[in-house]
């Protein structure tokens, strides 16, 4: 065979890895980012023994899973920072992300369809909002995995037995492995995948009658298992969504659930260009040849993209009407919501037929797989989604756990970390103490706390306080985002016949109205010392 006859090498994967640059890029500034679970990750990576549940209430199903911190061990090893470790592992999710979802979708739509797809699915609001937002380690592990277990899922369906091993190979460890993720989303997961195993590559009529009957099982099953779990902390009927918060770009120090103006912008366009060709698109597909550097799948791509489209319109409708309100029904019938934490996120799932809808353009029309078309696709894509990347840093590293834990008056679990301080003590003309304490939050806050820093001399002689609200009244707890980074002073003025020293601060958290103060976690006396150098 000569040179000239051979089929070039695809090397759009390399395309498509290179598109996700801009996704990972905010994980190479200095420094970690504040999202809402705070440095609970960093520490989960920093004591694998306790991961993921230190500094957390353990919750097997709705909880994550311990994998995606032994992930990050290597990371860890070889960088010996826990926030290097994470933010490395943040950054695989991307990049195998987009990875799975070419390799998924280049067998459907070609090529260009395939780095479209993975572009869209790499920078959806809500992937990005996992990710720099609500600091979700755990579920951003999904992303990656998801379409890579799709894909070979796709394999199963062939002939060659080569390409089938080959898939069982890496897709059961998959998918095994999403329930050592995140299990309950996992499960949420499974109807899905059936569905899409059933459905898509086999011919009509019988995928109907067996996906009527598989899902019917796994429902019943489900509901079996769901009815026996404890009930959530978090009342799950109060957090459906609102539809127009599907399309809101609101972003601020809270979560948006936008699904995306590229993705849901390229579906739609997509579905239009499906109704009004399908008939033409339909007849013309065994003939169409999708990209001629790119091997097919045994079966599914010509024969079946019909029915994938319809597929993955019908699973996005159901999923975005899980989220809301209207769906209340159903999740309280059968027990499903003992799985999740909240509705919304099940919007983890809608990346994939975003992905796939919009990927499918390219197919539909072949004048958008021109190339000034297509890089204008994949240019409104990233754009689309730039104003999301810009998370907000801190430079504070608490190395392996924080200072100390605080929990408030009734709470479960701890809500406030000492994550850094520093205490000045000049006696030049006043002796004065300073004392910088650096907070954050990784749970809201319902009460407004005072803080008492007591100067202690030897003895435990206290020779000085201070009493008073965070910031001095400008910023009360019960206004603390989680995951934001509060750097409070406190000053103290030793009375002249104050004994030299050493000193030791004392600091804790009270209520006013009670004088209850909050636990300390690992001190009976709920109260946090510190050493003055």
């Not at 109907?208 to 796994?218: H, K, N, P, Y």
């Not at 978090?234 to 979560?255: C, D, R, T, Y």
């Not at 001629?292 to 079966?299: E, F, G, H, I, R």
């Not at 392996?400 to 701890?414: F, H, I, K, Y």
């Amino acid at each position: 065979m000569s040179l000239a006859t051979r089929s070039r090498p695809d090397l759009s994967w390399i395309l498509a890895l290179l598109l996700a640059v801009f996704a990972v890029a905010p994980l190479a500034y200095p420094g970690f980012f504040e999202a809402q679970s705070g440095f609970l990750p960093v520490f989960n990576v920093q004591h694998l023994a306790d991961a993921p549940n230190w500094g957390r209430l353990a919750d097997p199903v709705r909880g994550e899973g311990e994998l995606p911190y032994l992930l990050a061990w290597p990371f860890l090893q070889w960088s010996g920072s826990g926030i290097v470790a994470v933010k490395w592992g943040y950054g695989l999710t991307f990049l195998l992300g987009a990875l799975g979802v070419y390799v998924w979708t280049r067998s459907w739509m070609g090529s260009k369809g395939g780095v479209l797809a993975a572009a869209v699915y790499t920078y959806l609001p809500w992937h990005l909002s996992t990710v720099y937002v609500r600091g979700a380690y755990a579920e951003a592990w999904l992303w990656a995995f998801w379409p890579l277990a799709l894909w070979a899922m796709d394999r199963w369906q062939g002939t060659q037995l080569s390409r089938v091993l080959v898939a069982t190979a890496i897709g059961l460890p998959l998918l095994a492995a999403t329930f050592w993720i995140q299990p309950g989303l996992a499960v949420l997961a499974v109807p899905l995948l059936v569905a899409y195993s059933l459905v898509v590559p086999a011919p009509k009529p019988q995928p109907f009658l067996r996906l009527a009957v598989s899902l019917a099982l796994l429902l019943l099953l489900g509901w079996f298992f769901a009815s026996r779990l404890p009930a959530a902390r978090i009342a799950f009927a109060e957090h459906f969504l609102h539809p127009f918060q599907l399309l809101s770009a609101a972003w601020g120090k809270g979560v948006s659930f936008q699904l995306g103006l590229a993705g849901v912008g390229l579906s739609i366009v997509s579905v239009a260009l499906w109704l009004s060709r399908r008939g033409e698109w339909k007849e013309g597909f065994e003939n169409r040849d999708v990209n001629a550097s790119s091997p097919t799948l045994p079966q599914p791509a010509a024969r079946s993209l019909d029915r994938a489209f319809r597929f993955w319109g019908c699973a996005l409708l159901v999923l975005v009407l899980l989220t809301l309100g209207v769906s209340g029904w159903f999740w309280r019938t059968g027990s499903f919501d003992r799985f999740l934490t909240y509705p919304w996120q099940l919007l983890a799932l809608t990346g994939l037929p975003l992905a796939f809808l919009a990927g499918a353009t390219i197919r539909l029309d072949e004048r958008l797989a021109t190339w000034p078309a297509w890089a204008g696709l994949i240019a409104l894509v990233v754009l689309a989604s730039y104003p999301y990347l810009a998370p907000s840093f801190t430079q504070v590293d608490p190395g392996p756990e924080p200072v100390a834990m605080l929990q408030s008056v009734g709470a479960e679990a701890p809500q406030l970390m000492i994550l850094d301080y520093q205490a000045d003590l000049v006696t030049e003309i006043t002796p004065t103490l300073t004392l910088t304490l650096t907070w954050q939050a990784v749970e809201p806050v319902a009460e407004d706390y005072t803080v008492f820093v007591h100067a202690l001399a030897a003895g435990d002689t206290k020779v000085a306080q201070r009493d008073t609200r965070p910031c001095d009244g400008e910023c009360p707890t019960n206004t603390w985002q989680p995951g934001e980074i509060i750097v409070d002073r406190y000053r103290l003025a030793l009375p002249p016949a104050a004994p030299p020293g050493p000193y030791r601060v004392a600091v804790g958290l009270y209520l006013l109205d009670t004088g209850d103060r909050a636990a300390v976690v690992g001190r009976e006396d709920r109260t946090v010392y510190l050493d003055v150098p």
